[in-house]
């Protein structure tokens, strides 16, 4: 299983549609979250039918061009057996081809807001609990920190929304990934000395999942026209 997740900032212009099209194919991706589309369903239909046509896909579409989220997956390699979305995460119940286990896996876009941040780690507890025993895998755009490491320069402080991501975290037994090529995977600005950084995009996983015989690695890929 090969999954990529990406805030795209807006996957209106021709150049992000490309760049996602050639990424997909040159990671050979079997699904793809994107956070940030900014786009209207009828775009998101005709991104689909011109770079896209060989993926599912569904979406939560944008609010008056803000936001927005979409999951792709390669139907070849998985069924998709439920689905349930919300403004800031969708989650697909899927079995791959030729295995007798199914997986929660969900795509998560983070308010920006703190006094919205935390109100999504509740909607993504009540859902895990429809499905106690499936193993997890969330992935996307969290917009929290759980501690300083995870922040370059700016405000040596920490808000109550990553005192909240840590305890959502050891509640449900999920494990957050290390990527094994850097930290920072968000960026105020390019270049200089003084360049704000911060980890925001992540995949998370159960537990359960580390004690297969299943390798898993994280990596953190060119931003490719965002800043993410």
Request: net charge positive; glycine share 8%; proline share 3%.
């Amino acid at each position: 299983m090969k999954l990529t997740t990406w805030t795209i900032r807006g996957l209106g212009s021709k150049i992000k549609q490309i760049n996602l099209s050639n990424k997909i194919k040159e990671e050979k991706q079997n699904m793809v979250f994107i956070q940030e589309t900014k786009c209207s369903v009828d775009k998101i239909r005709q991104n689909h039918r011109k770079w896209l046509i060989k993926y599912g896909y569904l979406e939560v579409k944008a609010n008056n061009l803000a936001g927005g989220i979409i999951t792709l997956w390669n139907p070849q390699k998985f069924g998709i057996l439920d689905a349930k979305a919300s403004r800031n995460h969708l989650s697909l119940v899927i079995q791959p081809s030729g295995d007798k286990d199914c997986y929660m896996i969900t795509n998560v876009y983070g308010p920006q807001l703190l006094e919205d941040k935390l109100g999504p780690l509740t909607s993504l507890e009540e859902l895990s609990e429809g499905h106690p025993a499936m193993p997890r895998i969330m992935g996307g755009d969290f917009n929290m920190i759980k501690s300083l490491t995870e922040k370059k320069e700016g405000t040596r402080t920490l808000g109550k929304d990553s005192i909240a991501f840590q305890n959502f975290l050891n509640n449900m037994r999920l494990v957050d990934m290390d990527t094994i090529n850097g930290i920072f995977t968000w960026n105020k600005k390019r270049g200089g000395t003084s360049q704000l950084a911060l980890r925001l995009d992540r995949f998370i996983i159960s537990e359960d999942l580390l004690l297969t015989s299943r390798t898993m690695t994280a990596f953190i890929l060119h931003f490719g026209g965002s800043n993410h």
